[in-house]
């Protein structure tokens, strides 16, 4: 692989800075490249000319943006093995899983560009209210300003183009602070929208640690919209020091799989193994735990232990389901889990085993409530299973968790499956399906500690853009 000294686009030019941050791969710690670490006054020279360059993005016509955004979308394509490549090295993504992340992203742009077309507005006629009223509003959607897209480690590209080009064809100019573990596959994607003709000052790319530059970009005079996915500790941060901009916050989740008896046990051990255990369990919306009813308990353990048997671990480029996490931490964390949930009598249906930041696939039964692996999240192929006697049990546990992201039903009643789900506190309820973000038009929320606001491509562009309305007297 290429190692390469990276630069942050800042008004169309490739700009380095005095100091630099090493970016390492988690699967030897080999050295992959370098970022710059921006200062202060460099990132205020960024902001002022990103907001010039939303000024110019503003007068360009809507078709011409989607012309370049579709341009994006090609040269995506077919630089999507090599970006692949990359994103194995930098954040240890099995080989099919980082593809699909690539292309899929190649198709988010490509209908981001639809729905930007076919944004419309309304005309409200005054006299429907009072009946002499002579006025009629012409009611459209606008740009908000300069987006602020902050992205997470686990989908450089993905979470980061679905920040950025919603914003884009909303009109609006966007700073993009990505991942530093993360951050050379980012601005691959950024030099790709550089590519694709769009002007200068309307990308702009800032690098530097989270916790060093974070707080000052949030709180930048020239940001007028924060649009985050990432922990939940960072987005109440970031909700606590943002003063009153407006925000887009993806965060944690503790998604519950709910089995119930006439489940078709087959599919939900599948769905279940799919869900927990997909990059590694390094995905918000992975299953982070079952509610299984007691009667069923044992068969349907039997069949999640044959499913988890098959997968693989080893590196992406054997594409192996299980690959090293993105950091030892990850681990620790995840062993600090395992170890109060074994010291309060759990059962380790698999034995805790790792080598460095590779991590074997656990799975935790008889998980109760007083162990803290039934409500925090771990960001790790860890699996705990809470046996339940009834419904109601699984409908409070799920609805007792601090987070609300997604839930997972398995029954073969479809009605009582629709009953159960508008009783669960969550964004996102999927019957007989493991829960997930896509497909990416689907509106993606979190309620409670799991976030503020909708994503999903027509939701992200209404939620960067606002409403303007025009008065007129017509006579
Ligand atoms: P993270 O540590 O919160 O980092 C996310 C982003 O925030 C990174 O770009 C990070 O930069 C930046 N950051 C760190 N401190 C900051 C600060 N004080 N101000 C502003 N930005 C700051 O999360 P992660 O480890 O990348 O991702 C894992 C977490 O994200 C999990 O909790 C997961 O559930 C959540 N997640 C949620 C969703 C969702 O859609 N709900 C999607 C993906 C992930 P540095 O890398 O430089 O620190
Ligand atoms: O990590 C959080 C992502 O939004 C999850 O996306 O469900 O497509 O893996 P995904």
Not at 179 to 200: H, M, N, R, Y
Not at 440 to 447: E, S
């Amino acid at each position: 692989m290429e190692r390469k000294v990276y630069k942050n686009i800042i008004n169309g030019e490739w700009v380095s800075s005095e100091n630099t941050i090493e970016i390492l791969s988690p699967l030897d710690n080999s050295y992959l490249g370098s970022i710059p670490a921006m200062t202060k006054l460099e990132i205020d020279q960024a902001l002022d000319l990103a907001k010039i360059g939303g000024k110019k993005w503003k007068e360009v016509p809507l078709k011409e943006k989607a012309e370049m955004l579709n341009n994006a979308a090609k040269i995506l394509e077919q630089r999507s093995e090599e970006i692949a490549m990359l994103l194995m090295h930098e954040i240890a993504k099995g080989f099919n899983a980082a593809q699909d992340e690539v292309l899929r992203t190649v198709s988010l742009i490509r209908y981001t560009v639809e729905e930007g077309l076919r944004m419309q507005g309304e005309i409200i006629n005054g006299n429907a209210y009072e009946k002499n009223s002579n006025k009629i509003a012409m009611v459209q959607r606008v740009e908000i300003g300069t987006v602020l897209a902050i992205s997470p480690f686990n989908y450089p590209i993905n979470l980061t183009a679905s920040k950025i080009i919603p914003a884009l064809i909303a009109g609006n100019s966007v700073v993009l602070k990505p991942p530093t573990q993360g951050a050379l596959s980012a601005l691959e994607f950024v030099k790709v929208l550089v590519d694709s003709g769009i002007p200068a000052g309307v990308i702009t790319s800032v690098t530097g640690r989270g916790s060093e530059v974070g707080d000052y970009l949030i709180q930048h005079p020239q940001i007028d919209f924060i649009n985050f996915t990432g922990s939940t500790e960072v987005g109440e941060r970031i909700g606590n020091v943002s003063g009153v901009k407006p925000l887009l916050l993806e965060l944690g989740g503790k998604d519950p799989a709910i089995i119930l008896p006439d489940a078709d046990l087959k599919l939900a051990a599948k769905e279940v193994s799919k869900g927990a255990f997909g990059f590694s369990g390094q995905r918000c919306t992975a299953i982070k735990r079952v509610l299984l009813h007691e009667e069923i308990a044992d068969e349907f353990i039997g069949y999640l232990q044959a499913e988890v048997a098959l997968l693989t671990v080893g590196t992406p480029f054997e594409n192996a389901d299980i690959t090293p996490l993105i950091s030892v931490s990850s681990v620790e964390k995840a062993k600090r889990l395992f170890d109060d949930a074994m010291s309060k009598k759990a059962k380790a249906l698999t034995e805790f085993k790792n080598e460095d930041n590779l991590m074997w696939p656990v799975i935790l039964d008889f998980v109760t409530e007083d162990m803290d692996i039934a409500w925090e999240e771990p960001f790790a192929p860890i699996l705990p299973i809470l046996r339940l006697s009834s419904i109601e049990e699984m409908i409070r546990v799920t609805n007792d968790s601090e987070y609300g992201l997604q839930a997972a039903i398995f029954t073969k009643n479809q009605e009582h499956a629709m009953e159960i789900a508008s009783k669960l506190d969550v964004g996102t309820v999927h019957i007989n399906t493991r829960t997930q973000r896509g497909p990416d038009n689907f509106p993606f929320l979190g309620i409670k500690k799991s976030g503020t606001g909708v994503q999903g491509i027509r939701y992200s562009i209404e939620s960067m853009s606002r409403i303007q309305s025009i008065v007129i007297k017509t006579k």
